[in-house]
Every structure is written in C-alpha cells, then in structure tokens.
C-alpha cells in the first residue's frame, strides 16, 4: 500500500492492514530504518513539464581502465538529464535513461557531452515513441 500511495495516513494503513495505528507506525519505522523503504518521493509527468524526450542509450567503452570508468562514472552523476544509468553484462556497457526537452536537445547531449568522454566507444539509442507501462511498485508476494 505504501509503494502505490506514499502519501496515506498511518490510521488509513493501519485499517488496510488490519493493524491498530501504533504497531502500524512502529512496523513503518522499521522498513524505513532498515532501507526496505528507501525514501519518498513526487513523481512528476516529465512531458508536463517540457522533457518530452525519453530516450535510453546503451554505451560501450573501449576498456575498462579505471580511468575511463572513473571519468564516465562522475559525468554520469553529474548530468541532470540521466535520470538511471545501469552497469550491464552483455555486448554493451551501461544502459542510460535521458530525458530531454527535444530531439535537438539530445542530439547536443550525445554529441557535445556523452560521446566525447573518455573511453566511450559507441553509443546505440532508442527514443521512446509512447509509454505503454509505468510503475515503481515492485512485484511483493
């Protein structure tokens, strides 16, 4: 219930559970200082607000020397517009989700910024066309 509404009241959780409101929170508490709940957050509609493009790329290096990883890893962490960005098994790198304003926008991104990193080897890009599914819950038995 929390993962699909960050936002209820403990009594409204505590009623869905079965719980009276003390053990409710003190069961709450627990997932939060342990990490099962990571934090909360407002999901925002990124075309709402004029991030119409949703791209992901997959990024190849030419090696891994600790260099090359170093320097793409903090240009990562620094780009505003990667919202995700996973190290994967497999023919490529990393898998990178960017949001941009336009097509022009992340053409600038790719060939101004992520492409002239060091080590970057190829970058191979999908644009989403429309998104078909969206969740943050995850799939709890």
Same mark, same amino acid.
């Given at each position: 219930?929390?993962?699909?509404? !960050?936002?209820?009241?403990? $009594?409204?959780?505590?009623?869905?559970?079965?719980?009276?409101?003390?053990?409710?929170?003190?069961?709450?508490?627990?997932?939060?200082?342990?990490?099962?709940?990571? !934090?909360?957050?407002?999901?925002?509609?990124? !075309?709402?607000?004029?991030?119409? #493009?949703?791209?992901?790329?997959?990024?190849?290096?030419?090696?891994?020397?600790?260099?090359?990883?170093?320097?793409?890893?903090?240009?990562?962490?620094?780009?505003?517009?990667?919202?995700?960005?996973?190290?994967?098994? !497999? $023919?490529?790198?990393?898998?990178?989700?960017?949001?941009?304003?336009? #097509?022009?926008?992340?053409?600038?991104?790719?060939?101004?910024?992520?492409?002239? #990193?060091?080590?970057?080897?190829?970058?191979?890009?999908?644009?989403?066309?429309?998104?078909?599914?969206?969740?943050?819950?995850?799939? #709890?038995?």
């Amino acid at each position: 219930m929390l993962q699909r509404n !960050g936002r209820v009241s403990n $009594q409204e959780l505590a009623e869905a559970v079965g719980l009276s409101a003390a053990p409710c929170w003190r069961r709450v508490r627990r997932l939060e200082e342990s990490g099962v709940v990571a !934090g909360y957050t407002a999901l925002l509609d990124p !075309g709402s607000v004029g991030l119409s #493009i949703t791209a992901y790329a997959l990024v190849s290096l030419d090696n891994h020397h600790p260099a090359n990883v170093r320097a793409f890893d903090a240009f990562i962490a620094d780009r505003p517009e990667v919202l995700e960005c996973y190290s994967m098994t !497999g $023919q490529n790198d990393y898998l990178v989700k960017i949001v941009a304003p336009s #097509i022009a926008a992340y053409d600038e991104f790719l060939s101004a910024h992520l492409l002239p #990193i060091p080590g970057v080897r190829a970058v191979n890009s999908s644009i989403v066309l429309k998104r078909k599914k969206f969740t943050t819950a995850l799939p #709890i038995p």
